[in-house]
């Protein structure tokens, strides 16, 4: 079985690319689905959130208000290290029990795991092959202001707070540039996906 981790910045196009893979067959682990579930009321990482951000994250029925939460860690960086330290162990247990289900049911074989950050651990230990969504800034920032509704201020303050392309590249063994339309980014994966099948029966 191939885990192929899919990752990139803000507004590159990672959603796209792991929807046209499960499309073709892959199963998907979606890191941003498990932070949800592990930072909602009753969650694993809920109690230790409130703990260190304190009562003010919280919306009126006493579940986590995520802007709220992101409006504080987007502009401190030593807080969005916190935020990570708390979840991350959590997030990546989930990913280990999502990764032995999957096997065992035995229904495919590829699984996506969808990351914004390609951590060393709970990422880059798990997966076989890092595919790498990369677009220009300009585009990433009218993407995330149309999907979000953010100004531009706030689009750039979200993509400054993650690494920056290269830093993404390098960890890369495959790079998909998504500069164009939806529809060239999938063909683009279709015809990588193809000839990664194509490699691995020869």
């Known amino acids: 079985m191939k885990i192929i981790g899919i ?26 689905a498990i932070t949800r579930t592990v930072t909602s009321k009753g969650g694993k990482a809920f109690d230790e959130l409130i703990s260190y951000f304190g009562n003010t994250i919280l919306d009126f029925n006493g579940e986590l208000d995520r802007k709220k939460l992101a409006d504080i860690v987007f502009n401190d960086r030593i807080k969005l290290h916190a935020l990570n330290a708390i979840t ?8 280990i029990d999502s990764i032995k289900n999957i096997k065992t049911a035995g229904k495919t ?9 390609p951590l060393e651990h709970g990422f880059l ?13 300009n585009n990433r920032i009218k993407r995330i202001m149309e999907r979000s509704g953010f100004t531009y201020e706030q689009a750039l303050s979200r993509i400054n707070t993650q690494n920056k392309d290269e830093e993404y590249i390098n960890e890369a063994d495959e790079v998909l540039y ?21 490699d691995r029966l020869n």
Do not use: C, F, M
Request: charged share 25%.
């Open 7 to 32: 990752t990139g910045g803000i507004g590159s196009g990672k959603s796209t690319v792991s929807r046209t893979l499960v499309n073709l067959g892959a199963a998907i682990i979606d890191a941003d």
């Open 88 to 95: 991350h162990k959590y997030i990546v247990e989930k990913i």
């Open 109 to 117: 074989d590829v699984i996506v795991l969808d990351a914004p950050i």
């Open 125 to 137: 230990d798990i997966v076989d092959e890092v595919w790498v969504v990369a677009a220009n800034r």
């Open 178 to 198: 998504n500069n164009g339309s939806i529809e060239e980014l999938e063909k683009a994966v279709v015809r990588l996906s193809i000839q990664k099948k194509q």
